[in-house]
């Protein structure tokens, strides 16, 4: 392997270059050869500045964060910043791409900052349940100001050039383009001008009031509910006024180390690294895309219009076809009216808005403009009948090689597939709603779905920046399945003794952004009613059906549309709606139940029980191929947790033992609902994790 950090003297500048791909993280060696290039740098006297710079694409994007969790070895970067910090003459950082965490923090630690204007600056810790630990809430603040840097740290967002400059982070902006050049002139600058060392830490920070630090934590508990790290990091950026800076890094440490060893920390950074492997599908390893540049999309409801929206934005011209003349116009409205949404959120210009619907955006009740589309994406109603219909005259019209793709939520594409003569080019492309909002997109992979027509829906996503996740064809794919099973458990709980709204608040309270039943009003309890009523004749004779939500229904009530649903919708509140507790009351009743206190926790239990055990059965069908894409599905269109990591990570952490004993527990209740998956039993008796399989 080459010198991930390379040292030369040139005109009396020591230049220190980091080279260690893909994005020079901060990892042990790299670690050691600045250690190494700064102890050099201090043995010499014909050294009279120096630069640091990043080869190929970026600066350093950060530590390298696969040695997290593992002993941590010298030189530590905290220790490392402080020798680039002290160093006796003027050290120069030259910045491009993203100097993130670790990599900014070095740059805070040199003297000096230049900058290209595309770089990017950041301390994106708190992403990762972390906090800037080698510095950063030290010397951010003394630079950018408290407040600053209190919003910069516990969002974690990323900042540009200007912005950077404005605020004092960065000292220059600069068009060269060579960046080791960039940085060697300002060195030169520097030293004929006698400018000297000019250490962060010997700034005194501007002080503010306290209250800034107790707003901070007020928002923080609301936003960033039952998160570790933005509390820390506001205690960090709090010691960085009150305490010396020795004693402030000193406090940044321990609050560092607390998070280094939270549960929060280790789902997080699975969570990371999930969303980057989840992309690794063994069959279109090496397989090239079809080329996209044209799509097609045909119903313009709420998804239609939301999955034209995404394509339109990322540059894709657009043809959207509806039923006749009214359902057209209704679609194009649909369509403007997102756009329009953009525009006011300043995401999209005025102008920019009326290119795409003049010259992107086409919308037709003519199926044959669809013969020059690469990929048809349908999105009609939830009928078998429809999406055959469909098929059959998109196989008729469409080019030979155009992927034909199904949104369908729940129905199976292999009989989609099967309508047409070219079966190899049929997909399924569940999006989520808002399409144009989620990041979660489902890639269903049909019995004789060609590998290139995979690979062609991996690469629209990546090109409608969606998180994909490979998801084999079975009622409802991967999430939408496991939906309908902890749906059921939240019902069972119900059904028990706890009222949606204790299961709602239970939910909430493990941090999903809705409980389940606030969750079935926004979508429209119509869509659940639909799908119970197409599996009834399927349904199993020893199921205990839950009929509360089929009563409200039944009663024209579905939810938010409605103004009325497991929730009452008026003056923009939402309160319980008494109703339902009737229905629950009968149908408790009818059936015999007598209704029992369901505590907070056992809610949680058998909501995750069910979730897991679900999830297990996926994973063992291939219906997903590793625990890990369960846990990105549930992480990006359900609302799961961040900080939890998703539900095969948290079954790891809370133990699979506990998991397989509660399901025992609850199948004394209900012996049907609760059958653990045979891949839960065999993992509890190896001693295994999910973990494991994702790496195996
Ligand atoms: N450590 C180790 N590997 C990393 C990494 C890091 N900090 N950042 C990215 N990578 C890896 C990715 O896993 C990926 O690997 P594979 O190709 O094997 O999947 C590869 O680098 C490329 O990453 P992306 O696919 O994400 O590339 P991108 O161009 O879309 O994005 C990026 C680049 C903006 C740098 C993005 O990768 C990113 O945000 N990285 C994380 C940055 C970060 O959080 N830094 C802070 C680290 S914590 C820290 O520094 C703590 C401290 O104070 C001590
Ligand atoms: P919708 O009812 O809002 O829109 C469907 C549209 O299709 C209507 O505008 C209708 O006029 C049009 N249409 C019907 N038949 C047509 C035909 N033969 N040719 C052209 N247009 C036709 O429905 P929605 O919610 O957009 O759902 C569409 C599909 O997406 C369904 O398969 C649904 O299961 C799936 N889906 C829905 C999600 C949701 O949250 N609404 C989420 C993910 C998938």
């Known amino acids: 392997m080459s010198d991930p950090v390379l040292l030369e003297i040139t005109d009396d500048i020591a230049v220190i270059a980091i080279a260690n791909p893909p994005v020079n993280a901060l990892s042990h060696s790299v670690r050691q050869g600045l250690d190494a ?86 301390l994106p810790e708190v992403t990762l349940g972390i906090l800037p630990g080698a510095g950063g809430t030290q010397r951010l603040p003394r630079l950018a100001g408290v407040e600053f840097a209190l919003e910069a740290i516990t969002s974690g967002r990323q900042i540009g050039a200007e912005e950077a400059l404005a605020a ?27 400018a000297q060392p000019r250490r962060t830490s010997d700034i005194a920070p501007e002080p503010v009031s306290p209250d800034v630090f107790e707003q901070a934590r007020a928002k923080l508990a609301k936003k960033a509910r039952g998160q570790l790290a933005p509390q820390n990091c506001v205690k960090a950026v709090e010691g960085a006024l009150s305490l010396p800076f020795a004693e402030g890094l ?32 063994p069959e279109i390893n090496g397989v090239e895309p079809r080329a996209i540049s044209r799509i097609g999309v045909i119903g313009g409801g709420t998804m239609g219009a939301g999955i034209a929206v995404s394509a339109l934005l990322t540059g894709l011209q657009v043809t959207l076809i509806e039923r006749d003349a009214e359902a057209v116009s209704r679609a194009e409205t649909n369509v403007a009216k997102i756009l329009q949404g953009s ?40 009928s078998m009948e429809v999406k055959k219909e469909v098929f059959t005259k998109l196989d008729a019209i469409c080019k030979p090689g155009a992927v034909l793709a199904s949104n369908t939520s729940y129905l199976d594409v292999n009989e989609i597939a099967a309508m047409t003569t070219r079966p190899q080019d049929v997909i399924g492309l569940h999006f989520f709603s808002p399409a144009h909002v989620m990041r979660l997109l489902e890639i269903v992979v049909a019995d004789e779905t060609a590998p290139d027509v995979t690979a062609t829906g991996f690469a629209l996503a990546k090109r409608l920046k969606k998180v994909a996740v490979r998801a084999g064809v079975c009622d409802g794919f991967i999430g939408n399945r496991i939906l309908s099973h902890y749906r059921k458990a939240g019902d069972g709980a119900v059904l028990a003794g706890a009222s949606p709204f204790e299961v709602d608040r239970a939910l909430v309270n493990f941090g999903l952004a809705m409980g389940p039943y606030a969750v079935s009003d926004l979508a429209g309890l119509d869509i659940g009613w639909a799908t119970r009523k197409r599996l009834a004749p399927t349904r199993d004779p020893r199921e205990v059906y839950a009929e509360f939500a089929d009563r409200l229904c039944e009663a024209g009530h579905f939810g938010r549309k409605t103004g009325k649903g497991f929730y009452v919708y008026d003056d923009g509140g939402q309160t319980p709606n008494a109703e339902v507790i009737d229905h629950i009351a009968e149908e408790r009743a009818a059936k015999g139940i007598a209704a029992r206190e369901i505590p907070e926790q056992e809610i949680v239990d058998r909501y995750m029980a069910a979730m897991i055990n679900e999830a297990a059965r996926v994973v063992e069908e291939g219906i997903a191929l590793r625990p890990l894409d369960v846990d990105v599905t549930l992480l990006n269109g359900y609302g799961f947790p961040r900080w939890r990591g998703g539900p095969m990570q948290y079954a790891d952490t809370v133990g699979l033992e506990k998991v397989l004993a509660d399901i025992e527990r609850f199948a004394q209740e209900d012996d049907f609902l609760w059958q653990p998956a045979p891949l839960l039993k065999r993992l509890v008796a190896e001693g295994k994790t999910f973990a494991d399989l994702n790496n195996a």
């Open 37 to 122: 290039a700064f102890a050099e740098i201090a043995r010499r006297d014909d050294v009279k500045a120096a630069v640091i710079y990043g080869t190929d694409r970026t600066f350093i994007a950060g530590a390298d964060i696969r040695e997290f969790g593992k002993p941590p070895q010298e030189p530590f970067l905290p220790d490392l910043i402080n020798r680039i910090e002290a160093c006796a003459v003027p050290v120069v950082a030259a910045l491009h791409g993203t100097a993130l965490g670790g990599g900014l923090e070095v740059a805070l630690g040199a003297h000096y900052r230049i900058a290209v204007p595309s770089a990017r600056f950041g």
């Open 168 to 194: 004092g982070v960065i000292d220059r902006i600069s068009d060269t383009a060579d960046i080791r050049e960039m940085g060697l002139s300002y060195a030169r600058e520097l030293i004929a001008s006698g």
């Open 250 to 281: 000193a406090n940044e440490r321990a609050l560092f180390q607390e998070l280094m060893e939270s549960d929060q920390r280790a789902a997080l950074i699975h969570a990371f690294f999930a969303e980057r492997q989840v992309a690794k599908v």
């Open 343 to 382: 525009v006011k959120r300043g995401k999209l210009t005025q102008e920019k808005f009326d290119a795409i619907m003049r010259e992107a955006f086409e919308a037709s009740a003519e199926y044959a403009t669809l013969a020059t589309a690469d990929v048809v994406i349908e999105a009609v109603f939830e």
